[in-house]
């Protein structure tokens, strides 16, 4: 099978998913985090936390600040942690530094830990430590961390750290009552959040021409709004499918990617299991006019509602309701006209007023069935969230 950088004349893979920094895109929420990062590192000391969904690109993001490091100013090792605890910790630490530790214990690796950033410091470099995966890291290994951050040449301290994770390690570092000592030695902490639907076209564009695109293939504009939709703006997931998207225009020697070529990708991508979607690919109907709330359930079950499909109930209940706004302020001024005019009808004033109580209780319910469906679409994310976790 011919692969599509052949086909579309290309120079390499512009969609893998390993990090590589010549493909480093500066969307609004790398630039902050590259910006805390920068600020940490003139500190020379202490902590960085930068945390993110998987696949926010945080790896990329420091590959992409690797790439800039002067080896000789700063001597840079990284780490990605299983399940360690504080001895095995400092061993590993030893080994990214490239020491060798001739014994097995711990007391001989800090040793060989604070003679080498000793060395380092006399030779006018740096030391920076980055650790990927550090919500594997046992509390027990966190502290030795925050103890290797208390080597010190004189007044100046010999290490820096950067912490990497997922999101649940931003709330262990804040919350964790054993972790008060390291959290006051955090100078700079950013969460990457997901790419905004305005960035998803700059960012696949920009990968392609990194790889020598030069429109072949072109992409129906719909696409990046819908990409946008499935990935959630997580980078990964947006590699994922815009690799199986190339791949599927080159098997069918197509120049232009359109809707059905995603939707067929993103069926196939649900069937195998291959991407967690945002929950975007199943059809969700509501009945037009009002839905009781004990209804709403079985209408928007929670395994079922993606992100597009709220949006597209909220807006068809935003129509609704101003709708029924422009009816309540049509009424009341027909209330307002029966009570001002002399010998009015008093019983077509109550029925104009029934009419007002009614629609007024009708909009009070659209708006109680939003929250229902909100509720259960937080409360599904949040069980999502924990089984990932958990697995």
């Known amino acids: 099978m011919m692969m599509f950088n052949d086909h579309y004349g290309l120079t390499g893979r512009p969609f893998q998913l390993t990090p590589d920094p010549a493909f480093y895109f500066e969307s609004l929420t790398h630039r902050k985090a590259l910006s805390y990062l920068s600020y940490g590192l003139a500190q020379s000391e202490g902590f960085v936390v ?17 790439a800039t490091i002067d080896p000789a100013r700063l001597t840079a090792a990284q780490i990605v942690t299983s399940k360690l605890d504080g001895e095995e910790l400092v061993h590993v630490v030893a080994q990214a530094f490239g020491l060798i530790v001739d014994g097995h214990d711990k007391a001989s690796a800090l040793g060989a830990i604070e003679a080498f950033l000793h060395d380092e410091a006399r030779a006018g470099r740096r030391c920076l430590l980055v650790v990927d995966e550090s919500q594997n890291l046992a509390i027990d290994a966190l502290e030795e961390l925050r103890m290797l951050s208390n080597f010190q040449l004189g007044a100046h301290p010999l290490l820096q750290t950067l912490l990497l994770g997922q999101p649940e390690f931003r709330d262990t570092i804040q919350d964790h009552p054993q ?63 815009c690799n199986r998207l190339m791949l599927l225009g080159a098997v069918e020697q197509r120049s232009r990617i359109d809707g059905a070529m995603l939707s067929q990708v993103l069926e196939e ?123």
């Open 179 to 241: 972790l008060e000592q390291l959290r006051q030695r955090v100078i700079a902490a950013h969460h990457l959040e997901a790419m905004e639907l305005g960035e998803v076209q700059p960012y696949i564009e920009h990968r392609l021409r990194i790889v020598g695109w030069t429109g072949n293939p072109k992409f129906d504009q719909r696409v990046f709004t819908e990409v946008f939709e499935a990935s959630g703006g997580v980078p990964r997931r947006i590699n994922q499918i």
């Open 50 to 66: 930068i945390t993110g969904e998987v696949g926010a690109g945080k790896s990329t993001l420091v590959a992409h600040l690797m």
């Open 269 to 391: 991508l649900e069937l195998d299991g291959t991407l967690q979607l945002t929950k975007a690919a199943v059809n969700v109907k509501v009945e037009a006019g009002p839905v009781p709330a004990t209804d709403a359930a079985a209408c928007v079950p929670a395994d079922a509602v993606g992100m597009a499909q709220l949006q597209a109930l909220l807006a068809d209940r935003d129509g609704q309701i101003a709708e029924l706004q422009q009816a309540v302020i049509e009424l009341a001024n027909e209330r307002d006209e029966a009570a001002g005019t002399p010998g009015s009808d008093h019983t077509a004033l109550a029925a104009v007023q029934g009419k007002l109580a009614g629609l007024e209780a009708k909009m009070l319910e659209q708006e109680r069935t939003i929250r229902h469906t909100l509720t259960m679409l937080i409360e599904w994310i949040e069980a999502d969230d924990a089984d990932r976790a958990a697995a």
